[in-house]
């Protein structure tokens, strides 16, 4: 192992929050140092006299921030709290300093505009332009005076998102219902009553204990037959972090997200103001695919406009089988997914639980690494090396041919407490290459919330979570599979936002594959294959009210967008909310729902403000890059496979997507393959 991977481990394995602040305090200081010499008139204005060394800057503070703010994700206890919320403040006021150098600016003007720009190839030159766009959208060419306003805002805006990420966290932790008569958990699961029950005996209790985590809280609602603890859990789980939490689930108000929403929308219209947006969803847009917020509207309509028919028939079904079938006149929003459940295994014989049952953890694993291995010539090995949690594993991935380590990765899988919510993909270390030194290879964590093994059973994956599972590899793969030696631009580093979903999206298709699934599967009591017949019934059942599924997701597009593009100080977001309702859904949640509380992809993180759209937008490229490979008549095509890791994950931002894509296609985007595959067209 070369000795600045053995450096990363030991400092990952050494990592502690009492050193948090002491350690990014001297390395912030170094950095300083170092950028305000690279700003001085005597450093010259060329690749090597500066640009690269302000990339190397931007590798150690990664390779050092990353960890600590993952750590301070996935064991989220009030010390690693205090830690983070004591440094990312220094973290955020050093970049917004960092983008308003206008010294530092300068330079990369007069880089651009010497002769010896068109010399430095596409990479090189795309991070010149990149870096002068992101400095003009940081401020750089304010007055001093909007310059420290906008400063503060940055610094009060990752103040609140992080306060909405915990305050989400610890409503979700909170909630524990006690169950003591077992008639209560009817029809649940066997696995996770059992799970429930290990929890209750942890804490020194009878019975069983039901949370708000997605392992319990799923299965519960699918499949409960008590309506009324559907009902008790629903209340719960969409009031979380909001005012109506105490009253629904005994929690603390203190948890309400409702202020931190307003501040955050204030602050970001103030900002898009200081910048010369008229609003923040044009300041959004900047760095993105779709030009205008025009687009991004028409886009959103025409989706709706396709979707709302098969909606509307979904939601008729829905409610004929739930009068007539499970005798409930009044459908209410703690029903839908329970009778949902019930209507699928009615129509298809299909049941998602017994479903599970052929798909053990370790073998979906290693399904999808020859999957990957098979299409991209790579090699995935498991390292031992020190992790932070028993669940944790780290694996490196070579080069088929030369053998040689391309990245690794850190897979945290299952659910627990002090670990938010929800599966996302992060870099630790983006590949980069400092002058005349070793290429530093990239390393990622990929991390899911999935049921782990209790004392009497393993884990099995649901087929959703095999897709989850697929869809965050592809993020995974995109980052370390790039080629790209230069931090900025390297994995999904400098993609425009709305693309960076493609390849996550793309690994979804091979989760629908039967030869595929077929070798994901051994049966928890037989060991058996995943049944053609089983299989089949999963694909009859594929787009089984994929218009109230869509119709969902454009929902939290269109509202995303619309209070971005239209917010003002006087709105009020549940407002707004309601009105998108009335609008795309065509079953309409009651006023007490706060789903905004906990939609921590726009109010926890700047990444997806304005930009939640980007999923049936990315999905729709994706969609058309993977009738590539049923074009060639074989899924797990090495020669499509390699073509698209070439043109599309391994090229980062070093060119456009819409250049990336045009590369692999041949020609622009088209939506028909994803209204095709999801029964749309």
């Given amino acids: 192992m070369n ?61 050092f921030w990353s960890p600590v703010a993952h750590l301070n994700a996935v064991m989220s206890t009030e010390e690693w709290r205090n830690a983070f919320n004591e440094s990312n403040p220094l973290i955020v006021s050093f970049f917004t300093r960092l983008q308003q150098n206008h010294d530092l600016y300068k330079k990369y003007i007069a880089l651009s505009q010497s002769p010896d720009f068109g010399k430095l190839g596409q990479a090189k030159r795309r991070i010149i332009e990149l870096s002068i766009k992101n400095f003009e959208l940081s401020g750089v060419n304010l007055p001093k005076e909007k310059q ?35 008639e209560e958990l009817e029809e649940i699961p066997e696995r996770v009553v059992k799970q429930a029950a290990e929890l209750a005996k942890k804490q020194g209790k009878s019975g069983w204990i039901l949370t708000l985590q997605e392992p319990c809280f799923m299965p519960v609602m699918r499949h409960a037959k008590n309506r009324n603890l559907r009902e008790t859990m629903y209340k719960a789980y969409v009031t979380q972090a909001s005012d109506l939490f105490s009253s629904y689930a ?56 396709r979707t709302k028919e098969a909606g509307v028939r979904d939601a008729n079904e829905l409610r004929e089988f739930a009068k007539n079938s499970l005798g409930i006149d009044k459908m209410e929003q703690w029903d839908l997914s329970y009778a949902s459940e019930q ?28 999957l990957v291995e098979t299409l991209y010539d790579i090699v995935i090995e498991k390292i031992e090396v020190p992790v932070y949690h028993t669940d944790v594993k780290v694996y490196q991935i070579k080069d088929k041919g030369s053998l040689s380590v391309i990245g690794h990765f850190y897979l945290d899988p299952f659910a627990r407490e002090n670990k938010r919510s929800g ?8 590949r980069h290459r400092r002058i005349e030194k070793e290429l530093e290879t990239p390393v990622t964590y ?35 599979l790039t080629e790209v030696d230069v931090h900025s631009i ?25 030869s595929i699934l077929v070798s994901l599967s051994a049966h928890e009591v037989n060991n058996t294959q995943l049944p053609n017949d089983v299989y089949q019934k999963m694909i009859a059942a594929k787009n089984f009210h994929v218009g109230l599924a869509w119709l969902r997701q454009l929902e939290f597009s269109i509202f995303d967008f619309r209070i971005h593009e239209n917010w003002s100080p006087k709105m009020d977001v549940m407002e707004e909310l309601w009105k998108v309702q009335e609008e795309v859904a065509v079953i309409i949640p009651p006023r007490w729902n706060r789903f905004p509380m906990m939609f921590g992809h726009i109010f926890a993180s700047p990444a997806y403000a304005a930009g939640y759209y980007s999923y049936k937008w990315a999905e729709v490229l994706s969609a058309d890059a993977f009738e590539a490979f049923e074009e060639s008549g074989v899924i797990v095509n090495k020669e499509v496979g390699n073509l698209f890791r070439r043109e599309i994950i391994s090229a980062g931002a070093s060119r456009p997507m819409k250049d990336s894509f045009r590369k692999f296609r041949g020609r622009d985007p088209q939506i028909n393959a994803l209204l095709r595959h999801n029964g749309i067209l």
Avoid at 267 to 290: G, I, P, Q, V
Avoid at 349 to 367: A, I, S
Avoid at 423 to 430: L, S
């Fill in 343 to 370: 209507l699928k295994i009615s129509k298809f014989q299909l049941d998602n639980e017994k479903v599970r049952q052929y798909f053990p953890w370790e073998k979906v694993l290693e399904g999808l690494f020859l």
């Fill in 490 to 514: 390297s994995g999904f580093n400098g993609v425009e936002w709305d693309a960076v979903e493609i390849p996550s999206q793309f690994m979804e298709n091979f989760a629908w594959d039967e």
């Fill in 3 to 63: 000795n600045n991977l053995s450096r990363h481990w030991q400092r990952f394995s050494r990592i502690s929050p009492r050193d948090v602040r002491a350690k990014t305090e001297e390395l912030l200081k170094e950095s300083q140092q170092a950028i305000d010499s690279l700003a001085d008139d005597s450093t010259p204005s060329s690749w090597e006299g500066f640009a690269i060394s302000v990339e190397d800057i931007l590798q150690n503070i990664e390779s």
């Fill in 148 to 182: 420290k306003k906008l400063s503060d805002i940055e610094d009060k805006l990752a103040l609140l998102m992080n306060k909405f990420a915990e305050n989400s966290l610890d409503s979700t932790n909170f909630f524990k219902l006690h169950i003591q008569n077992k």
């Fill in 250 to 305: 005994g929690g603390s108000n203190e948890w309400d997200n409702s202020k931190n929403i307003k501040e955050i929308m204030d602050l970001r219209l103030e900002k898009a103001h200081l910048l010369e947006f008229a609003n923040f969803a044009e300041y959004s847009l900047s760095l993105k695919m779709a030009d205008t917020t025009g687009e991004v509207n028409t886009f959103l309509e025409q989706m709706v406009a």
């Fill in 423 to 430: 599966a996302w993909v992060d870099g630790c270390r983006t």
């Fill in 446 to 480: 990929v991390v899911c919330n999935f049921p782990g093994k209790t004392s009497t059973l393993d884990s099995y994956l649901s087929h959703n979570e095999i897709i989850t599972l697929f869809h965050e590899f592809g993020h995974a793969l995109h980052q370390l």
